[in-house]
C-alpha cells in the first residue's frame, strides 16, 4: 500500500476557481497556514462562464485593464416570436477574461510561504478528528491526509464538501460556443423561450467581433441549443471552441457548519435570473473572510460562530437579493409565450424601458421590482398571471416561512 503524506494547515480550501483564490487572497494578510486544493491542473480550466459581470466589480475589487475584454452599452431582450425591448443605462456590465479572472488572485499569493496549493488533486472527504479536547478535520485527497482546524468548501455546483454536509443544489446545464460573428459589438442579448425556461440563450459580445453564444436549461439541452443555433443562422462548423458547465439553480443554501463554511457557487451563491455570482460570491468571501480571522482570534470553530459572522450577515444582504432573483425567474419560468408578448407589447406601450434603463441593477433589482408593480398595467398583468398559475404564490411563500 502506498505511503500517504500527512499535513498540518490552518485552513482547507476545496477549489481554486475565484471563490477560493480571492478567499485565499483576502487571508493571505494573516499568519493563517493555508492549503488550496484544486482537481484540474490548470487554475481558470476549463472555461466555464459567459463572463459577462456588473461594474460593481471594480468596486469589489482592483481590477486589471487586461481582464476586461469589451463593455456591454445595451441590453436586447427577445421574445419568443421575436419581439424584442432595448435596454441601456449606466451600468454598462464588463465582458471579462474569465480564465485570467480566475488566475488573478493565485498570481497574487501563489509565492507566500504560508499559501500551499496542490493542483491536479481531488478532494475526496472528511471526519472530524478530537485532539487533546479540540476538534479538527482530517481531510482525505487523492494524494494525501491533511489535518486543519477549518474547511471551505469552494467546489462548485455538485460541491463534493456540501454532499458530504447532505447539502444539495438543484442545477441546470449550461453549453456555449465562441465564434466569430456580425452582431453588434456592444449588444448583450437574451433570448426568452418556454422551451428553455430556466434561463435564456444570449449572445455576449467579447470583442474583435467574437460572441459567446450560449444556452442553459434544466433538459433536452443539446436540442434546444441547436435549434437556437439555427435561428441566429449560425453553423456550429464554424465555431472557435465549446463550453459547458453546470449552474446551480434556486436560493442561497445553508453555509455554516461546525469548523465548515461554503462559499460560492457551492453554496447555491447564484442569480437565478442570469445565472452569475460574481459579485455575490466576492461579497460573500469579505464575510467569510471575517468570520474565519474571528474563528481564530476566539479559538471557536462552533457553526453557532460560523452562523453568526458569515451565514447570517450572508442571508441579510445577498441572500434576500438571491431570493428576490429567484422570484423574477420562477415567474418567468411560468411565462407561456402568450404571456411573454403581453408583458413585452405592455413595456413597449407604457414607456417603461425608462424605468428599467434607470432603476435597472443585475444584482439587486429590489428597486426595479417595486417601480414596475407601481405601474397600473404592469400590477394589472401580474395580479392576473397569479390567479392563473396560483402554485406560484405558494413556492414564494415558502421561501420565507
Known amino acids: ?3 500517504r503524506s500527512f499535513d498540518r ?28 486544493l484544486e482537481d484540474h491542473k490548470e487554475i481558470g480550466l476549463p472555461f466555464q462562464c459567459a463572463g459577462i459581470i456588473s461594474q460593481k466589480l471594480s468596486k469589489l475589487i482592483d481590477l486589471p485593464e ?3 475584454l469589451n463593455r456591454v452599452n445595451t441590453a436586447k431582450l427577445v421574445s419568443p416570436s421575436g419581439n424584442f425591448i432595448k435596454l441601456a443605462g449606466n451600468e454598462r456590465p464588463y465582458v471579462t477574461d474569465r480564465i485570467k479572472l480566475d488566475r488573478l488572485f493565485y498570481n497574487e499569493v501563489k509565492d507566500n510561504p504560508n499559501i500551499t496549493y496542490y493542483l491536479a488533486e481531488k478532494y475526496k472527504s472528511f471526519e472530524y478528528l478530537i485532539e487533546d479536547d479540540k476538534i479538527y478535520l482530517l481531510i482525505e485527497t487523492s494524494k494525501r491526509n491533511i489535518i486543519a482546524k477549518m474547511l471551505i468548501g469552494c467546489d462548485g455546483p455538485l460541491s463534493l464538501v456540501g454532499k458530504q454536509l447532505n447539502v444539495k443544489n438543484n442545477v441546470i446545464f449550461a453549453s456555449q460556443i465562441r465564434v466569430k460573428a456580425n452582431f453588434f459589438n456592444h449588444e448583450a442579448a437574451m433570448y426568452f423561450n418556454p422551451q428553455w425556461k430556466q434561463l435564456f440563450g444570449w449572445i455576449v459580445p467579447e470583442g474583435n467581433q467574437i460572441y459567446r453564444i450560449g ?10 441549443f441547436k435549434r437556437f443555433l439555427n435561428e441566429l443562422s449560425v453553423d456550429m462548423k464554424d465555431k472557435i471552441d465549446q463550453q459547458g458547465g453546470i449552474i446551480p439553480y434556486g436560493v442561497m443554501n445553508k453555509l455554516a457548519f461546525d469548523n465548515i463554511l461554503l462559499l460560492g457557487d457551492a453554496a447555491g451563491q447564484v442569480k437565478a435570473t442570469t445565472g452569475g455570482g460574481i459579485v455575490m460570491l466576492l461579497t460573500a468571501a469579505k464575510y467569510a473572510s471575517n468570520c474565519i480571522h474571528r474563528c481564530f482570534k476566539e479559538e471557536n470553530f462552533s457553526k453557532r460562530i460560523i452562523k453568526k459572522y458569515y451565514e447570517r450577515p450572508c442571508s441579510q444582504t445577498i441572500g434576500r437579493e438571491l ?36 432603476y435597472g441593477d443585475m444584482d439587486f433589482p429590489k428597486s426595479l421590482v417595486f417601480k414596475l408593480l407601481r405601474n397600473r398595467t404592469v400590477l394589472s398583468f401580474m395580479f392576473k398571471f397569479f390567479i392563473k398559475n396560483p402554485v406560484i404564490i405558494f413556492k414564494i411563500l415558502k421561501l420565507f416561512i
Open 323 to 358: 431570493k428576490l432573483h429567484f422570484i423574477i425567474r420562477l415567474i418567468l419560468e411560468n411565462f407561456t409565450t402568450r404571456d411573454f408578448e403581453i408583458f413585452f407589447k405592455i413595456i413597449k406601450e407604457n414607456k417603461i424601458e425608462h424605468l428599467i434603463t434607470f
Open 9 to 36: 494547515y490552518d485552513v482547507c480550501i476545496v477549489g481554486a476557481s475565484i471563490a477560493g483564490n480571492y478567499l485565499t487572497y483576502l487571508l493571505s494578510k494573516s499568519n493563517l497556514k493555508i492549503v488550496v
Open 215 to 224: 444556452i442553459a436549461s434544466a433538459k433536452n439541452l443539446n436540442t434546444s
Open 1 to 3: 500500500m502506498q505511503e
Open 66 to 68: 487586461e481582464i476586461v
